[in-house]
């Protein structure tokens, strides 16, 4: 017999808002643990700059400063030269959770959610009790400012004391200020530090400084003086979809006819490839309206969509950071012996989501990771430019890297100072987690970070092994040189001719010979650390 | 110069639905891949359905049936003896995200986030176009049958084809019917076979049939006739509670004062311990009404609860599976050799949130994994007597796990049929993601694994090495019987006494001797397999 019955039970039935769901569980949008949080606060932030500056061509200036006020508990503040933020959308944008600029829409951006602003702000409360402190110039001369908090039970925005500053700061931007509690600032492997140099490796046209708890200042120079291309939303490409994506497309388009939507809406789609399409249907009449197409009707067209021939999806839309740019920002940050960078094409994911894989292997300088005993490896993952410190476990950069036999090409990371540096771009990443912390392991993706390393790989193979190699030779030239004298002497008294000529032919003969075999190391070294 | 303003910029603000959010990250709620995305459907239906069987008092009786309907397109069907839903809320209960009975109460049960039967509806809707089709008893002789979908924009129910069916069922009960696609029955490790197994394991009162895409029949038979102890919220302990949740509280009260208000709301708060707090107050009225509580007022009480020495949060309101229980399920899925069953004291993380560890090793029977080259062990993981089959690497569990050098006790997860059991059990569960797949690794946690793993451990190195031991003794054994002919003859000529009377008498002693050795050791191997 029931104890309770289903009427009973129901009684305590109820509906939460998302600010409460993350309230209880903010672990999973990273708050969790004290050194974690204070990252993903700083990450939030500054990731949002970034995205802002680069869609207003704004080449990015940005202050971070943190400042302890109490046990665990910190000041933290971020200025940025950005675009700022309108003062009728400030209390949505950073106060209300999903919602914003880059959920919808289909362009590549480091922020993806409309999630980590307001968990900032959220965070603020919970810890603390206060409420965030902004200001912004949104055109120059006029700023405001005003205090932002956020209403959980109803995932509102609270803004109070909003003051308009005329004559305020003469270039745009954004200024935020929060207290936060259980947080803490480590110098570690997982620290603000850490996470702002690698900010500064895979944006070098980025200028950040940092005010660290003691006062000490920190500038991760600009690099490259050019502000990336500015993210343009792109269309769908037609593989990338499912059924009810193209009947969500069909219901908020304008077009009259199917045809005319297929054409407007997605990639790829030319008259030409509408006609191939017709000839597959035997159900659907392209001259239907959009918001009138059947579940049967949008899988038919998904089917047709997966027996035409493609243009892959236009990867113009998906701007990777570039060979040479890594390759300034390795040797401005690590300054290595050897690197080799390699881009890989672009490819997709989930039948029609384009992205692109840049790896890089550095060698010597400060690459890899110092420790009692000598060197191990690190792995730097990025995910449009944004670097990710936390969940590797579960992140398919580190499962590409874990399923390569490094010591098939002699490198060790167990011991060797080697970084390895993977960044995916694209127009959706998928993350695993709200947290974004780690990209889901879709088998493309990982498929295109194996191919890249291994080819990375393959360069510092050829570089190790050719310095072992010059390392043999010159012991070998050393041998040889020992016996010159000997061998000249002998020769000088059975031929007659004089000692020092022929002591002086023999070592050139011999030296030659090993600046021959020299100079074709280091000539295929060369190619390879070029290729991309 | 900046290419777009802010204003520009935001002209593309919007707000989101919660199940907008998750159409777009599916991999988030645990739809990563199509034979986890199977797994992750049954896993929703069957946790609700033994949560609601519990709060009802009622033994579960389940019936999953996966059917195949076209490529990587399955039906679903669960059918449960459970109370059922009420008419008015199946369509809030099955398809609205962040709605439900759990997530606001103290409470231990399974789910605790409103999220995953939506969830389902959800993936149903996206990859098929279809609604979920659901019909319950929720008094005996009066069923209902609906169709539910979800309007995915407002995160609201959709709920057609409503029909009351007189004399229906003559017990309660609830069974849903969905269509998936982009899903895959497959018998491995991660599949839904192997889900059920360990949901069986895990909870021994529960029977469980399954009928695969074959048509193939498994029923894992219920091993105890006992409804385990109906779950009941408790209070919050307020060494658990942060100062906002303090002002949370106090907002809802309905106390006139603030002692009141404490008394009222928090676990272990006596008349006794409401005085010791008044005493430390220097700011506070406990006069005061709870809803005029200020920041700075709940921070003094957080202080003053830091200082009281509180009674531990009352456990009794975590319900472990229970030692004898968790034997009784092992034997009964496993039949192993040796099993070791450690329950542990209630402990508390994050201050005062109470928790319970029970772990177990279980050696031979079908123990562990059959590899190509032998066995390997295997790492069974629970929450809430949930199995937890994804997302490994990032949960406390194995965290734990691997923190434990097993070769010391004699003990190798890579070579042995050894599976190794964890049950974390608490009115909250900190996963680390949406998906509910791992723990997320507080310290407390993994700590309260580590010593019950190790005390299991302890107990299977004893039987190890006693039955290696014992393999040792018996050739030894065989090998001074060897002697005793030899020897008897060399007494008898030496005494005169009948060659065969000494041999006789040699015998009995060396085996008296090696049976006192045996029997010692199998005792002590008994007392502590017995050890709770």
Not at 283 to 291: F, G, N, S, Y
Not at 335 to 355: C, H, K, L, Q, Y
Not at 466 to 492: F, P
């Amino acid at each position: 017999m029931a104890d309770r019955t289903a009427d009973e039970i129901f009684k305590e039935f109820k509906e939460h808002s998302i600010a409460e769901f993350f309230k209880k569980n903010r672990q999973m949008l990273g708050y969790a643990g004290k050194v974690h949080s204070l990252v993903t606060i700083v990450h939030e932030y500054v990731t949002n700059s970034l995205d802002a500056c680069e869609e207003a061509g704004i080449l990015p200036d940005i202050t971070i400063s943190i400042k302890g006020i109490g046990e665990d508990k910190y000041k933290v503040t971020v200025e940025d030269n950005g675009p700022g933020i309108p003062k009728n959308f400030v209390g949505k944008a950073l106060a209300q959770i999903l919602s914003g600029t880059k959920f919808h829409r289909y362009m590549q951006q480091r922020g993806q959610q409309g999630i980590g602003a307001a968990g900032c702000t959220l965070y603020s409360q919970i810890t603390t009790g206060k409420q965030v402190s902004v200001r912004s110039t949104v055109s120059k001369g006029k700023s405001y400012s005003c205090s932002i908090g956020i209403e959980t039970m109803r995932n509102k925005p609270i803004v109070s004391n909003m003051q308009d500053i005329e004559n305020g700061s003469d270039h745009t931007g954004l200024y935020i200020e929060g207290e936060f509690a259980d947080v803490k600032y480590e110098n570690s492997d997982h620290g603000v530090y850490e996470y702002l140099k690698r900010t500064a490796l895979s944006n070098p046209h980025v200028q950040i400084k940092l005010i660290d708890p003691e006062g000490k200042e920190f500038t991760f120079m600009r690099a490259v003086n050019s502000v990336p291309e500015r993210p343009i939303p792109t269309k769908p490409h037609p593989l990338g979809l499912t059924v009810n994506d193209l009947l969500e497309f069909a219901q908020r388009s304008s077009s009259r006819k199917v045809s005319s939507f297929l054409l407007d809406t997605f990639a790829r789609v030319t008259p030409n490839k509408i006609n191939e399409i017709k000839g597959m249907l035997t159900q659907l009449d392209m001259e239907k309206e959009p918001q009138k197409l059947t579940w049967q009707d949008a899988e038919e067209l998904i089917k047709a969509f997966s027996r035409v021939k493609w243009l892959a999806p236009d990867a113009s839309y998906i701007k990777p950071i570039g060979a040479e740019q890594i390759r300034i920002a390795l040797k401005n940050i690590l300054n290595p012996e050897f690197m080799n960078v390699i881009e890989r094409r672009p490819a997709v994911f989930r039948g029609g989501i384009p992205f692109i894989v840049e790896a890089a292997v550095a060698f010597g300088g400060t690459s890899g990771k110092k420790t009692e005993e000598g060197y191990e490896g690190s792995i730097l993952r990025f995910a449009n430019r944004v670097p990710l410190l936390f969940d590797s476990g579960n992140c398919a950069i580190t499962e590409a890297v874990k399923s390569i036999e490094w010591k098939r090409y002699g490198i060790d990371l167990d011991m060797q100072p080697v970084s390895v540096f993977v960044n995916v771009s694209s127009v959706y990443i998928p993350y695993s987690g709200v947290g974004k912390e780690a990209i889901a392991q879709e088998d493309e993706i990982i498929g295109e970070i194996k191919l890249a390393l291994m080819e990375a790989a393959r360069g510092l193979q050829r570089y190790i092994s050719g310095k072992e190699h010059m390392h043999e030779e010159a012991s070998k030239y050393n041998a040889v040189m020992r016996y010159t004298k000997q061998l000249a002497s002998d020769l000088s008294s059975m031929s007659g001719i004089d000692h020092a000529i022929i002591e002086k032919k023999l070592e050139t003969l011999i030296a030659k010979h090993y600046q021959r075999v020299a100079k074709k190391e280091e000539g295929s070294g060369d190619a390879k650390q070029e290729q991309r």
